[in-house]
């Protein structure tokens, strides 16, 4: 179950630094511009990629958590609903 959620959690993190890296890449908003100018870019860089990447980390675990089949540990004997 930890390997499922690690699992997703990586993808999600993975898709939001890919994302981060496509905002400065298409200079969306000017970043790439200003990242390009900036004395030490490493500190915006971690400031945007990082939340980005653990938001979208976070969403996607939230998700497999969600649809998590679950029902079938609480189903009964005699074909009633479990609730």
């Known amino acids: 179950m930890l390997r499922y959620m690690a699992r997703w959690f990586a993808i999600g993190l993975g898709i939001g630094l890919c ?5 400065f ?22 400031l ?18 969600w649809v998590l089949p679950y029902e079938a540990k609480y189903e009964r004997r005699d074909g009633r609903e479990p609730f």
């Open 19 to 23: 994302c981060a890296c496509l905002v």
């Open 25 to 46: 890449l298409l200079d969306i908003g000017s970043l790439g511009t200003r990242l390009a100018r900036a004395q030490d870019p490493i500190t915006p860089v971690f």
């Open 48 to 65: 945007i990629a990082l939340p980005m990447g653990l938001t979208t980390g976070a969403v996607l675990l939230c998700i497999a958590i």
